[in-house]
C-alpha cells in the first residue's frame, strides 16, 4: 500500500451529464484509493433571451457556460480536464491533461495499480497497443454515431448513424467474442480503456426509443450482438459503474436539446455541419 500522501490527487473539471467526463470518472472510481480527485462541475448549460428573434419563440437555443478555469487550462475548453495538484495542495495548471480517452491512460498511469490486473492499459506492449486501437475504434463507430441519430434532423440522416452504430457494436461484440470472454474486452472480468471508451454511450443508448421512436432500440437479441448483450449486463452490475451512472429521468431531459437541435454545444455544431462528433474542430464548431 502507497503511504497517503503519496497518493496523487486532482482537480477534475466536469459535468454530471457529459459521457467524455463520464469515462474519466469511472478511471477515477476505478482507482479509488490510488489516485484522489475533487469533482468541479465546470461546464452547464444557458437558454439566451430570443433578443434577435431567431426562433421566433421568446427563447433562443442553449449553449454552455463554462468556468474560467476550464478556459485556462484547455485549449479546447472541454471537459473532462485534469489538473494535479502539488504537495501543497495547489493545482498547477501548466500540467493539465484532457481529450477523454488521454485522461483514462493518464490516471491509470499514476494510479500504479500494484497487480496487472487492475491496470486498465495493460503493460505488455502489444496488447496496450491493441486496446487503444480498440478504444479509439469503438470511439469513432459507436459513441460518435449517437450524435448523428439525435442533432441530424433528416430521418434518412438519422438512420445512417444508427446504423453504422449497429455496425460497429457488431463489430466490438465480435471481437469480444473472439478474445473468448464476453464480459469484458480483456476477459476475465479486467476492466480495460477500451470498455470504459465505451461504456457511457452503452449506458446511454435508453434515450433513442424515447426521442426517436421503437425502431431505434438496439436489438440486444441479435446474435451479432449477443456478446455485446452480456458484457452490458456484466459492466453494469459493477458497483463501482453504478455509482457513476447519472439520474435516467434526469439525463432524459438534458439530452433534449439534442434531440430537438436546440443544444449549441462544439459537438452538436459539428455534428449539424455535417461531421461526426470526434472531428470537432474548434475554429469551426466554436460556442
Ligand atoms: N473529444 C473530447 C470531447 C469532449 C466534449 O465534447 N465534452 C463536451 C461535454 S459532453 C464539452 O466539454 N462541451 C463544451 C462545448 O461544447 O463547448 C473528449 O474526448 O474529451
Known amino acids: 500500500m502507497p503511504c497517503l500522501s503519496a497518493i496523487p490527487k486532482l482537480r477534475f473539471l466536469s459535468a454530471w451529464f ?16 490510488r489516485v484522489e480527485y475533487e469533482w468541479v462541475e465546470a461546464l452547464g448549460w444557458e437558454q439566451r433571451r430570443d433578443e434577435n428573434n431567431v426562433t421566433g419563440s421568446g427563447k433562443e437555443w442553449w449553449y454552455h457556460w463554462k468556468a474560467d478555469e476550464l478556459k485556462r487550462c484547455n485549449p479546447s475548453a472541454l ?15 501548466t500540467k493539465s491533461v484532457y481529450e477523454s480517452l488521454i485522461t483514462i491512460d493518464y490516471i491509470d498511469a499514476i494510479a500504479k495499480a500494484p497487480t ?15 486496446c487503444r486501437y480498440w478504444a479509439d475504434k469503438v470511439n469513432r463507430e459507436c459513441c460518435s454515431p449517437y450524435y448523428g441519430v439525435l442533432v441530424r434532423t433528416d430521418e434518412n440522416e ?41 461504456m457511457p454511450w452503452a449506458w446511454r443508448f435508453y434515450v433513442f426509443e424515447h426521442y426517436r421512436g421503437p425502431d431505434y432500440a438496439i436489438p440486444y ?4 450482438l449477443y ?12 458497483e463501482s459503474v453504478k455509482r457513476t451512472l447519472p439520474d435516467k429521468p434526469q439525463y432524459l431531459e438534458h439530452i433534449r436539446k439534442y434531440a430537438d437541435s436546440s443544444a449549441r454545444s462544439k459537438v452538436a455544431n459539428a455534428v449539424r455541419r455535417g461531421a461526426a462528433a470526434h472531428e470537432l474542430d474548434d475554429d469551426k464548431d466554436t460556442y
Open 79 to 93: 471537459v473532462p480536464t485534469l489538473i494535479p495538484l502539488d504537495n501543497e495542495g495547489n493545482p498547477d495548471e
Open 227 to 238: 456478446a455485446y448483450k452480456s458484457w452490458c449486463d456484466h459492466i453494469f452490475s459493477s
Open 221 to 224: 437479441d441479435d446474435p451479432g
Open 116 to 130: 496487472e490486473n487492475l491496470r486498465l492499459v495493460p503493460t505488455n506492449p502489444y496488447l496496450a497497443a491493441k
Open 158 to 198: 438519422r438512420r445512417d448513424n444508427f446504423n453504422k452504430l449497429i455496425v460497429g457494436l457488431k463489430a466490438f461484440s465480435k471481437e469480444i467474442e473472439k478474445n473468448g470472454s464476453d464480459n469484458t474486452f480483456l476477459g476475465g472480468g479486467r476492466l480495460s480503456n477500451v470498455d470504459i471508451a465505451l
Open 18 to 33: 457529459c459521457p467524455y467526463a463520464h469515462r474519466a470518472t469511472i478511471a477515477l472510481e476505478h482507482h479509488a484509493g
